[in-house]
Nanobody, 127 residues
Framework: QVQVVESGGGLVQAGGSLRLSCTAS????????MGWFRQPPGKEREGVSC????????YYVDSVKGRFTIARDNLKNTLYLEMNSLQPEDTAMYYC????????????????????WGQGTQVTVSS
């Protein structure tokens, strides 16, 4: 049974930082590229970042480039998202997901390409 669990969300003021974590079990973690998605209130889910199986290639949506950093620790089966200079528009439910490929090549921002999902962790950024 595959389980994906996010943690680390919370309330932060604009300009602040948060580090999200995601632990996966029940799968061979380093067989999968991993991604972060987010869903602001009242909006559709969007891809935020993706990292290939060994952590050597990373991808970001334009709106978070230079502010967010994705990383993974395969020995711990854990994915991270370091978020800096947070803005109110970053407020969303953040989801961790395992991609159906080992790399992020192709349309990694499409949620349909990810087979396993966590329950989400809420990030709220106040003005």
């Amino acid at each position: 049974q595959v389980q994906v669990v996010e943690s680390g969300g919370g309330l932060v003021q604009a300009g602040g930082s948060l580090r999200l974590s995601c632990t996966a079990s029940g799968l061979t973690f380093d067989d999968y590229a991993m991604g972060w998605f987010r869903q602001p209130p009242g909006k559709e889910r969007e891809g935020v970042s993706c990292i290939n199986w060994n952590g050597y290639s990373t991808y970001y949506v334009d709106s978070v480039k230079g502010r967010f950093t994705i990383a993974r620790d395969n020995l711990k089966n854990t994915l991270y998202l370091e978020m800096n200079s947070l803005q109110p528009e970053d407020t969303a439910m953040y989801y961790c997901a395992a991609r159906e490929y080992a790399t992020c090549l192709g349309s990694w921002r499409d949620s349909g390409g990810f087979g396993y999902w966590g329950q989400g962790t809420q990030v709220t950024v106040s003005s």
